[in-house]
């Protein structure tokens, strides 16, 4: 009987002393929680006020909306007969699948024959004239910096410098002369956005596909 009492008493203990250091865990959680949040705002009116707002902007884009568009894309799609699919390959395969639809060549609409007021005499004949260095040359000079790059993970910042302009200007003068173009050109990533007030994640075409190309 005296143990049984005495374990009683050992239990109440115990809890009591787990509810005290989770009020305590839970009392310095918050503290420190405010003072992150604080000095995370402090950070961001600092940079809203110096000179280069670009880290401003790029801090915005780690937090809110941004993360949690990165984290609503489930490994689950619903095919047609309203069944959950959770095989990576099923998933894959109705993602492309959707998508290649948005491209699909069935479209029968027909341009209008009767379009009045065209230019018929303004000379286009230079649009056939050759490619020059120069045109290239401004072409990776008014090209914006810190942008995303495409598949072919090459940023702005590494082609604004003579050796390769030159390269470029050898590439894009043979595909204008051949009329074909490097199959990498062709590939773009995806990245899909949920559209908004969408009724279910699961569905391919209620994102917004938005592609980064080379």
Same mark, same amino acid.
């Given at each position: 009987?005296?143990?049984?009492?005495?374990?009683?008493?050992?239990?109440?203990?115990?809890?009591? @002393?787990?509810?005290?250091?989770? &009020?305590?865990? =839970?009392?310095?959680?918050? #503290?420190?929680?405010?003072?992150?949040?604080?000095?995370?705002?402090? &950070?961001?009116?600092?940079?809203?006020?110096?000179?280069?707002?670009?880290?401003?902007?790029?801090?915005? !884009?780690?937090? !809110?909306?941004?993360?949690?568009?990165?984290?609503?894309?489930?490994?689950?799609? /619903?095919?047609?007969? +309203?069944?959950?699919?959770?095989?990576?390959?099923? /998933?894959?395969?109705?993602? #492309?699948?959707?998508?290649?639809?948005?491209?699909?060549?069935?479209?029968?609409?027909?341009?209008?024959?009767?379009?009045?007021?065209?230019?018929?005499?303004?000379?286009?004949? %230079?649009?056939? @004239?050759?490619?020059?260095?120069? %045109?290239?040359?401004?072409?990776?000079?008014?090209? #914006?910096?810190?942008?995303?790059?495409?598949?072919? =993970?090459?940023?702005?910042?590494?082609?604004?410098? %003579?050796?390769?302009?030159?390269?470029?200007?050898?590439?894009?003068? !043979?595909?204008?002369?051949? +009329?074909?173009?490097?199959?990498?050109?062709?590939?773009?990533?995806?990245?899909?956005?949920? #559209?908004?007030?969408?009724?279910?994640?699961?569905?391919?075409?209620?994102?917004? !596909?938005?592609?980064?190309?080379?």
């Amino acid at each position: 009987m005296v143990c049984r009492f005495y374990r009683a008493a050992l239990a109440r203990n115990a809890d009591e @002393a787990f509810c005290a250091e989770r &009020k305590a865990f =839970d009392r310095l959680n918050r #503290k420190f929680k405010r003072r992150y949040q604080q000095e995370e705002r402090q &950070k961001l009116e600092d940079k809203l006020y110096s000179s280069n707002q670009r880290d401003f902007w790029r801090s915005i !884009g780690k937090v !809110g909306i941004h993360n949690e568009r990165s984290k609503c894309i489930p490994c689950a799609i /619903v095919d047609d007969n +309203g069944i959950v699919q959770t095989d990576k390959a099923a /998933v894959l395969d109705r993602w #492309k699948n959707d998508f290649k639809t948005l491209f699909s060549s069935d479209n029968t609409a027909k341009l209008p024959t009767n379009i009045d007021n065209v230019n018929t005499e303004r000379d286009v004949s %230079e649009l056939n @004239a050759p490619i020059t260095r120069d %045109e290239v040359l401004q072409a990776v000079i008014s090209a #914006k910096n810190r942008k995303a790059t495409g598949i072919d =993970d090459i940023p702005t910042e590494v082609l604004k410098n %003579e050796v390769s302009v030159d390269l470029l200007y050898e590439i894009i003068s !043979g595909c204008f002369h051949m +009329g074909k173009v490097p199959s990498q050109w062709t590939m773009g990533v995806i990245n899909p956005i949920l #559209k908004p007030n969408t009724d279910d994640n699961r569905k391919p075409l209620n994102y917004r !596909g938005i592609t980064l190309i080379s």
